[in-house]
């Protein structure tokens, strides 16, 4: 070991001798220094020998005065260092100093002369440890920011009944428990599992591949990635850029359920959807059959209702209808029927029997003369002579009654072979023309006319093609 003595000028000169700073130089008597040589020449020595180094501790006793300066003690678990580093150099510091972090300082040794204190000054502070992997943690946050793979217009919907669910996971670990557990609560679905290693160095390739495998099964729609909580250290498997990559380039939406609620890693930025925790995945991908049920119990009471009055309103436009289509039936059949009427009226009252009826009427009326005239008084010879006339009379009338008779037989006869009823009977018909007048002569026609034909039953309308005079 080179051993150094200060001279009194405060250079340093090396020997192996055994001189030291009490020495004299040559007349034997000790060198004596005052308190700032002694101090001033440690602190040349140490700038010299420490004017750039780094050390890693913690932070402790941290201070920081009202000119800005930051006064604090690194340690480790053997030493303490007392620590001062200038406002200047804490004002480039992209994070603030807290008690407790582990730090790589960048400084120069030295003494404070005005209290004798060794102490080092640093101008550069980085974290160290678990610090130094966030601080890379942020830089790479930032680049996958830039390139676009945390944009909210790349988030992809969940399918809302999925043929089958994905999971990468450890087979062993409490986060396939607990996917299944609410799985098998809200909605029993299939389950395909590729099995992977959550932490460590060999996590985040093992990730990697279970989520690629389940990207070749054709009927996987969704996957989810993570595990339970944990340290920090032990999420970090899912801060890997190949496997953010990888979540990012996924041909299927991948929610991400790492940790517990505040813990966040690039997968959670990176994946369609994060959830909280890998129960909350399972609730975010299965849907909740109970409420589904109710759903479709609702629906297909208001779709009874909505039939139910539709089927009412048809029900009503058909009555509807069908009174219309009535009125209107009626309305073409009722001009029909009253000429129809009239004709029966007209042929009834032109038929002999409604003559011999009247005949009949005013052979009563004489009748009830006669028998208004028939003495009611008067002394027995006049009772007799009335019988006798009585007798007489009734001698004459049936006389007469029997002569009528004989010639009404004879009328009715004569009638009812005049009736225009018998001629039809005998196949003759009457022309008339469309107003109702009797054709009798062929040059009440002329060619082209439509003429009506009274048969015996009914009547057809014909056309006139051509006329024959009568010789």
């Not at 436009?317 to 000429?339: E, F, M, N, Y």
Request: proline fraction near 4%; hydrophobic fraction near 40%.
């Amino acid at each position: 070991m080179t051993r150094y003595t200060l001279r009194t000028d405060g250079s340093r000169r090396g020997g192996g001798d055994g001189s030291g700073p009490g020495r004299g130089s040559g007349d034997g008597r000790p060198r004596v220094f005052t308190v700032v040589e002694l101090v001033s020449g440690a602190n040349r020595l140490l700038e010299t020998s420490f004017a750039n180094c780094w050390v890693e501790g913690e932070v402790s006793n941290l201070r920081i005065v009202s000119s800005g300066h930051a006064y604090f003690t690194l340690k480790d678990s053997q030493a303490v260092l007392p620590v001062a580093m200038w406002r200047s150099s804490l004002a480039r510091l992209r994070f603030r100093l807290e008690n407790g972090q582990s730090l790589r300082l960048l400084g120069r040794l030295g003494i404070y002369p005005a209290q004798g204190k060794f102490q080092l000054y640093a101008e550069r502070a980085e974290p160290a440890g678990l610090g130094a992997m966030m601080l890379q943690l942020e830089q790479l946050k930032k680049r996958l920011a830039a390139e676009g793979l945390f944009a909210r217009e790349h988030k992809r919907p969940l399918p809302m009944w999925p043929r089958r669910i994905g999971v990468v996971t450890s087979p062993t670990g409490a986060a396939i428990h607990d996917i299944l557990k609410v799985i098998r609560r809200r909605c029993p679905s299939r389950v395909l599992l590729a099995p992977a290693v959550v932490q460590g160095d060999a996590a985040p390739e093992s990730l990697r591949k279970g989520l690629l495998r389940l990207q070749e099964a054709d009927d996987v729609d969704v996957i989810i990635i993570g595990r339970g909580g944990g340290a920090a250290e032990d999420l970090w498997a899912f801060n890997d850029e190949a496997l953010v990559r990888a979540i990012a380039e996924c041909r299927v939406p991948v929610i991400s359920a790492v940790g517990h609620e505040v813990d966040f890693s690039l997968s959670d930025h990176v994946a369609d959807v994060r959830a909280a925790t890998p129960s909350h995945a399972a609730e975010l991908v299965v849907p909740d059959a109970s409420v589904y049920r109710r759903r479709v119990g609702e629906s297909r009471r208001r779709l009874t209702m909505a039939f139910r009055r539709r089927l009412l309103d048809e029900r009503s436009r058909l009555d509807h209808a069908t009174h219309r289509i009535a009125t209107s039936g009626r309305r073409l059949v009722a001009d029909p029927r009253r000429r129809l009427t009239l004709l029966l009226r007209r042929l009834e009252a032109q038929h002999p029997r409604q003559r011999l009826a009247a005949d009949r009427r005013a052979l009563g009326q004489l009748s009830q003369r006669l028998m208004a005239h028939h003495p009611r008084t008067g002394a027995a010879a006049a009772r007799r002579r009335l019988d006798q006339l009585r007798a007489e009379l009734e001698h004459l009338g049936r006389d007469l009654t029997r002569e009528s008779r004989v010639r009404l037989a004879r009328a009715a006869g004569a009638l009812d072979a005049l009736s225009p009823l018998k001629v039809l009977e005998r196949g003759f018909s009457v022309a008339s023309d469309p107003q109702g007048a009797v054709i009798t002569d062929v040059a009440q026609v002329a060619l082209g006319d439509r003429l009506d034909l009274r048969l015996h039953r009914g009547a057809v309308e014909v056309e006139v093609r051509g006329t024959k005079s009568s010789t």
